[in-house]
């Protein structure tokens, strides 16, 4: 069942995004070399703490830290370590969770530590340049499709491929709801958009080619060809008027006619 919010479930949605945003520019802001990651996922929970929230990923299905932290060929959900120190040049993605009176907040960013190639910067470019497009044609009328649609033909257009093992989702009282939302096109159910429908969408594109596997810590997914992977991601509601990035104050709000 496909949920949709009302006006005040998505103010409170709208908090814990901003928290979630807010804490990973802290988090962009202490990339260095020498860093661990485990360093990195005790500042995020000190800052979400701070932000009177509580963490999302910690302890889901038994995910032992607040931040996943996944490292160049690391695609998602890696494990932050004090043993993994990162080093110029490395491309991280910071994904992140946060908690506001039961509603949930999740966005990724990925960066570079200190100076990067121009490949990997072109990476981070179009994985992010993605994601906007398929935020885009997030809007009452279309379908998931339009989104997958968006992200894969930009992706593929400038020689990068796109995951599909691992996709988007619906978002609200729970961190995954209903519907799922690939970045492709996949044949099948293809639910309508609606206002008040919320949707976190995130697409992960490698440099290589797309297929990806699961690591023996049973959470660090990689890719298989060991090439570089970027990770962006935005929990975005459907206006009326069009998709709102439910981490950004809302400069015109017409309300939300659920019915």
């Not at 979400?48 to 999302?56: D, K, L």
């Not at 491309?91 to 570079?112: E, K, M, P, Q, R």
């Not at 990997?120 to 044609?137: N, Q, S």
Request: net charge negative; hydrophobic share 40%; charged share 25%.
């Amino acid at each position: 069942m496909i949920r949709r919010r009302d006006d005040r479930e998505l103010e409170k949605m709208h908090q814990a995004n901003a928290i979630v945003l807010r804490t990973l520019e802290v988090l962009k802001n202490a990339l260095e070399p020498g860093i661990t990651t485990a360093e990195l996922d005790r500042i995020a929970a000190a800052e979400i703490a701070r932000e009177g929230a509580t963490p999302a990923f910690m302890g889901y299905r038994g995910f032992p830290a607040s931040l996943c932290v996944s490292v160049n060929d690391e695609v998602v959900h890696g494990i932050p370590s004090a043993k993994r120190r990162l080093e110029e040049g490395d491309i991280v993605s910071l994904d992140l969770g946060a908690v506001v009176d039961g509603y949930f907040g999740d966005n990724a960013i990925t960066a570079g530590v200190g100076e990067t190639s121009k490949a990997l910067t072109k990476l981070l470019e179009v994985a992010e340049a993605a994601m906007y497009r398929g935020i885009d044609a997030a809007k009452p009328g279309n379908r998931i499709s339009n989104i997958g649609f968006a992200v894969s033909t930009y992706v593929e257009r400038h020689g990068f491929s796109v995951v599909r093992e691992f996709v988007g989702h619906g978002i609200g009282r729970a961190l995954h709801e209903e519907p799922p939302v690939p970045n492709f096109v996949q044949p099948g159910r293809d639910p309508r958009l609606s206002a008040g429908m919320c949707l976190a969408i995130e697409p992960m594109v490698n440099s290589g080619e797309r297929h990806v596997k699961t690591l023996s810590d049973r959470w660090t997914v990689v890719t298989m060809d060991g090439s570089s992977s970027a990770h962006f991601e935005r929990s975005v509601a459907i206006m009326e008027s069009g998709p709102w990035i439910l981490a950004e104050p809302r400069a015109v709000f017409e309300g939300v006619k659920i019915v």
